[in-house]
């Protein structure tokens, strides 16, 4: 059984502002975000019946459901990090596709950049510390991301030649969609020089390798195919999707330059009986530009280890004939910490053609990726327009 | 010494084996007997082939740098930077995150697959942390 053109995302939106938002919380962007998804579907709350979300606390979703005022009869708080809202659409896909439920509205919300001044500080506390990882990781100095993501990068660099120069020319190419973006947090001209002369943050990255950390929301709309046909604007069909998870931890990697995305790639193309060729545009997950690379290696938009060169050029950037990360990505756009909702939001904006100065034209399919954890979880979706 | 800052691993009782053998400096890993090979982290039970039966053998300390980074930010309490974080592919197959010490952080100087040895560093009374070094270069 597949879930091709059985569903359809119908509404699509984020919160009024992003980028440093620090009068609100967490779940008011949640909130924020699915009054504004449900206004682009043309659809009332009380038609929404089943609900997806993710966040650290554990009971999220019946959480976020009290405080929206739904009663739903799905929930789903599947934490996969930032993959976790495109692995949701193939959830919601399934429960859609088995009679379960009807409308299904996916939230996300987070003050990455308030919340963290709220916190303070994290190192190993809050972690329970018989966990694998707080017993064979963090007491050698591994913390937050950046300083995991990088050993993986390294590891790629010596098996496959990739060269900072390969890493800066996705920076540099992703800064140039966010200069189209008026919504962008970073907009500033970014070159080469710029990308390579700067400080490291843990080598072998320079502080443009590594994504923002922001405040933003988003959520998106959900509905079967008999819906779709009746909504307010062009549904975006989900045409193939898949997800799959291989190892929490860096250290428990099988290969350290390979990621699950190979898997569900795999999955997503074969379901949409689409090939790399026939895909208009690339969202894919950059919480640094070497998971954007690696990325499109697993999905097999090049060979094996060739995405250095076959990324370089520029040609990822406006008027390129690979065009990725069009919104400006995790890297400029915005990255509140699960960045994969506005991957989402983004194909689905660029296949209704809303993108303005930024629109790739005639863009009819789209290939979604989101990752989570450290390299760990993945969900590709394939999208497309009638 | 000052005192160490450093978070401080606690053991669980899975792991407790390991760091009772670290304690003498030894590196003790747990190693299935049906697929005959180590693996990691402990575990009561295989994660390959779900056996349980599981013993604990002692391994040599010496690998290779399977990866590592140099460490720019403070990414975690009582770590000054620059430090390096690695890592290793142990001889016996399992990998080990750790600490690489004795040496510039420099990638003039550290390559991946270079040979590193194991350097103990004891903690407190109750933990000695595995380190490695690059193999033969200090004492």
């Known amino acids: 059984m597949s879930l091709k053109h059985k569903v359809a995302i119908v509404g699509a939106d984020e919160t009024d502002r992003i980028g440093i938002v620090p009068d ?6 949640h909130a924020e975000a699915a009054r504004n998804a449900l206004r682009d579907a043309g659809i009332d709350k009380s038609e929404v019946d089943a609900v997806f979300t993710a966040d650290p606390n554990p009971m999220s979703g019946v959480q976020l459901c009290e405080y929206l005022g739904i009663q739903p009869t799905y929930v789903d708080n599947t934490m996969t990090g930032g993959s976790s809202f495109v692995i949701h659409v193939e959830h919601a896909a399934a429960a859609i596709n088995a009679g379960l439920c009807s409308v299904a509205l996916i939230t996300h919300g987070e003050t990455g950049f308030s919340g963290r001044r709220r916190r303070g500080a994290g190192g190993a506390r809050g972690f329970d510390p018989s966990m694998p990882a707080a017993q064979f990781e963090m007491p050698f100095g591994v913390g937050g991301p950046p300083s995991i993501y ?3 990068a390294m590891r790629h660099m010596h098996e496959y030649g990739t060269t900072h120069e390969h890493l800066a020319e996705i920076a540099v190419a992703t800064r140039k969609w966010a200069q189209l973006n008026p919504r ?6 970014l070159t080469m020089d710029d990308v390579l002369s700067s400080r490291w943050i843990a080598y072998p990255f320079h502080i443009y390798d590594c994504c923002l950390v922001t405040d933003a929301g ?3 709309v959900v509905v079967g195919a008999d819906r779709a046909r009746d909504a307010a604007k062009k549904p975006v069909w989900v045409l193939g999707s898949g ?3 291989t190892h929490m931890s860096l250290l428990n990697m099988p290969d350290l330059t390979q990621t699950p995305a190979r898997y569900s790639g795999k999955r997503a193309f074969e379901m949409a009986g689409v090939s790399h060729n026939d895909i208009d545009v690339v969202e894919v ?8 690379l690696v990325t499109i290696e697993e999905l097999g938009f090049c060979q094996k280890g060739e995405g250095g060169p076959f990324l370089s050029n520029q040609r990822t950037a406006p008027g390129g004939d690979f065009p990725m990360n069009t919104n400006g990505g995790g890297l400029s756009y915005t990255h509140p910490g699960m960045y994969g909702m506005f991957i989402l939001i983004e194909a689905v904006r660029q296949l209704r053609g809303e993108c303005g100065e930024r629109q790739v034209p005639n863009a009819r399919l789209a290939c979604v990726n989101g990752t989570g954890g450290t390299l760990s979880a993945t969900g590709t979706l394939i999208l497309g327009t009638d | 010494m000052a005192e160490y800052q450093k978070p401080i691993p606690v053991p669980s009782p899975e792991s407790e084996p390991f760091w009772q053998a670290a304690r003498r400096h030894e590196l003790s890993l747990p190693y299935c007997t049906a697929c005959a090979a180590f693996f990691f982290y402990p575990r009561r039970f295989c994660p390959r082939c779900f056996s349980w039966d599981i013993e604990w053998r002692t391994c040599g300390g010496k690998g290779t740098l399977y ?3 140099i460490q720019y930010r403070p990414q975690m309490i009582g770590f000054t930077p620059p430090y390096v974080t690695a890592i290793v ?6 990998r080990l995150m750790t600490t690489l010490i004795d040496v510039e952080p420099d990638p003039a100087v550290i390559k991946c697959d270079m040979p590193v040895e194991i350097a103990w560093q004891d903690v407190n009374e109750e933990i000695a942390m595995p380190l490695f070094r690059p193999a033969g270069g200090h004492t």
């Open chain 1, 184 to 189: 962008a947090f970073m907009r500033d001209p």
């Open chain 1, 150 to 152: 990088c050993m993986a």
């Open chain 1, 285 to 292: 997950y950059d919480s640094f530009t070497y998971t954007a």
């Open chain 2, 89 to 94: 592919q142990l001889e016996e197959g399992p």
């Open chain 1, 243 to 245: 997800e799959a998870t």
């Open chain 2, 67 to 69: 990866t590592y980074a």
């Open chain 1, 218 to 220: 988003g959520a998106i």
């Open chain 1, 24 to 29: 609100m919380t967490p779940i008011m962007m």
